[in-house]
């Protein structure tokens, strides 16, 4: 297969039978990016784990220091006091069950879903239209909290939800090539 010059002289710079340690892997990185746009650098990871034992799940959420270099669009089901902190940090639409309802019609423009423990119950009949997409809430990653409005500030600072997929591999976006080594 042919390819471009771009990607030829990048491809030069990179060693197949080396291993790389992390940060000259990463200026490496930096250095082969060539694309028009923003390219999204991620870390794939195989655990060695079997996910089919409980005790062997690996799941859970990291802030990025820098963010991931995306615009987050968060919504919050919550009521009362949970409802303004969740408006105050930023969410983009704030509600409880006519929230629940819309969603239920289809309505799944956004990124990460939070809410609060007393909504989880009405919040679960969701689980057929969430659950497939990746944005049903989930006490381990930080998404059903009683502070809703730090849940919404860490979503939109970069909070990133990592957890195993079938083959036992951690699929996570680390950053953007343009933030450097």
Known sequence: MKHGKKYTDAAKLIESSKTYDPSEALELCCKTATAKFDETV?????LGVD??????QVRGAVVLPNGTGKNVRVIAIAKGDAAKAAEAAGAQEVGDDDLIAKIAGGYLDFDVLVTTPDMMGRVGRLGKVLGPRGLMPNPKAGTVTPDVGKAVTDAKAGKIEYRLDKQNIIHVPIGKASFGA
Request: proline residues 0%; glycine residues 0%.
């Open 51 to 56: 996910s089919r034992h409980a005790d062997q």
């Open 42 to 46: 991620e870390l794939h990871v195989r």
